[in-house]
């Protein structure tokens, strides 16, 4: 049977932050596995099955990714915006901008890390797809 909800914008974007505040806070804990993340591949599996659904299905995962992006994006690591965020606080308490080697130091591990995550994630959603073959 489908339901019918009809939320309004604001309802939507307070539950999507919701879950991926808990998300965030279920996988650092260890309550969440990395296995059960998705990356790119997984977004565009999601994306295509709410196409199939209609506009108003595919609009709301469009919307809910997207916000996901943006708040990971502002997460206070390095090589992202929020980490840009923090190095600009730090030199206005500071009063002096931070060497450019010490960023280097900083930043290169965060950038392994990042790209690292994404491997994974996409072996994750590959084995996802491919796994129930082999």
């Known amino acids: ?62 919307g809910a990714i997207s916000l ?12 992202l915006d929020g980490g840009h965020i923090c190095f600009s606080l730090l030199e206005k308490i500071r009063k002096k901008p931070l060497k450019a080697k010490t960023m280097q130091h900083l930043v290169i591990p965060f950038v392994a890390l990042i790209v690292f995550l994404f491997i994974y994630l996409t072996y994750n959603d590959l084995t996802r797809i491919f796994g129930r073959f082999f």
Do not use: C, D, T
């Not at 059960?36 to 709301?60: N, R, T």
């Not at 996901?68 to 090589?79: D, Y």
């Open 68 to 79: 996901n992006l943006g708040v990971l994006n502002l997460l206070p690591i390095p090589v």
């Open 1 to 62: 049977r489908m339901v019918i909800y009809n939320p309004g914008p604001l309802a939507l974007f307070a539950n999507v932050f919701q879950e991926i505040s808990r998300n965030l806070i279920g996988l650092f804990s260890g309550y969440f596995s990395p296995k059960h993340f998705g990356g790119p591949v997984f977004i565009v599996q999601v994306m295509q099955q709410s196409w199939g659904m209609g506009i108003k299905e595919a609009l709301f995962w469009l």
